[in-house]
């Protein structure tokens, strides 16, 4: 398998950690004690995390039209027409349907009436859990093409807790809280075909012991699920992450799946990541003599969820740094909790 191109649309308000800062502000008037020392202390700790900026919509954006103009960038110059995919498949914590599946409702609005079509939700793996699928069905030759999209558009009001998460009542929510300033926006669109058959490759590894180190429950979780302190903490409909333990996790199970790549992470001239702590990241690189070849995207787009690895390819495409022939390694760590080490030539 192949990625014939990817692209990605970001929109167009670029917020800064201090207005997040100011949002936070405006929603926590409820908070007990210093609220002042609060923010300086989430301040530190986004600026450690090397977080500069995130893409929020405008008024009036929609995410659709951000999927849109990511679908015709990945297949302009490809020879393949809407007309033409034979499978798509929306991926992501971002949607607006429970039924039918996104991809339904994306193929429709797209015009990518002759697609097969599902949706695959395993929180920031999406994307990786996707391309693992899509390898499989192209060598038992059930499809000729496949386009996987995700619109991680998570800042909608009463979605993953926005704005209830900017309203903290004392400091210990910061455990779970602080992920959630780091969220940006994205849409991304990766064109696939099956030329090659062995180029790709995906170790990936499952701990899900780790479930509710992050979490999104729903309403009427209880019945489906041993109710946590973690669920306990925020309450349903909230993003609960605690973000330091995840890091952590990311830090001890990454280099085991590293060393079974053998010497392909040294062979690898790009590296890409989830869009989490750029210093985490960084810090991994050193320890396996990669930190060199990471392109990261995470200060300029905050964490754009299963749009991540998608993202940071076309920002690189775009700027030149990512180019075919090139030997690609990918490394995702994700809710779950889960892990995965992808390589492939460009």
């Not at 893409?55 to 960038?73: C, F, K, Q, T």
């Not at 395993?122 to 499809?143: E, I, N, P, Q, Y």
Request: proline share 5%; glycine share 8%; charged share 20%.
């Amino acid at each position: 398998m192949i990625i014939e191109q990817v692209a990605a649309s970001f929109p167009k308000r670029r917020v800064s950690t201090p207005e997040v800062l100011d949002l936070v502000r405006h929603y926590s008037t409820d908070f007990e004690g210093d609220l002042d020392k609060m923010l300086r202390i989430v301040q530190t700790l986004l600026d450690r995390s090397g977080l500069v900026h995130r893409n929020w919509r405008e008024p009036g954006e929609r995410p659709i039209d951000h999927l849109s103009s990511a679908v015709d960038e990945a297949l302009a110059g490809s020879g393949f027409a809407a007309s033409d995919i034979e499978l798509l498949v929306y991926v992501g914590i971002g949607g607006g349907f429970r039924e039918p599946g996104n991809s339904y409702m994306v193929a429709k609005s797209l015009g990518l009436l002759r697609a097969q079509c599902f949706d695959i939700v395993d929180a920031c793996m999406s994307w990786t859990r996707a391309l693992m699928v899509v390898d499989s069905l192209f060598k038992a030759g059930v499809v000729r093409n496949a386009l996987v999209v995700n619109a991680e558009f998570n800042l909608f009001e009463k979605t993953s807790g926005f704005p209830r998460n900017y309203a903290v009542r004392n400091l210990e929510e910061m455990n779970y809280l602080l992920p959630s300033y780091t969220i940006g926006e994205a849409a991304t669109a990766t064109l696939l075909l099956p030329q090659r058959p062995e180029n790709f490759s995906i170790a990936l590894h499952s701990r899900p012991e780790l479930a509710d180190l992050c979490m999104i429950p729903t309403d009427g979780h209880e019945g489906y699920y041993q109710v946590s302190e973690a669920i306990a903490a925020l309450g349903e409909g909230r993003f609960t992450a605690r973000g330091t333990e995840l890091h952590d996790r990311m830090a001890e199970e990454m280099p085991a799946l590293i060393a079974n790549a053998g010497d392909y992470p040294a062979q690898a001239d790009i590296v890409f990541t989830h869009s989490s702590s750029t210093p985490a990241w960084t810090s991994l690189g050193k320890r396996h003599g990669f930190a060199d070849k990471i392109s990261h995207i995470y200060p300029e787009t905050g964490n754009v969820v299963s749009a991540s690895i998608p993202a940071a390819m076309a920002q690189a495409r775009k700027a030149g740094k990512l180019v075919k022939g090139q030997k690609v390694m990918a490394l995702m760590g994700s809710a779950g909790m889960s892990f995965a080490l992808s390589r492939f030539q460009f």
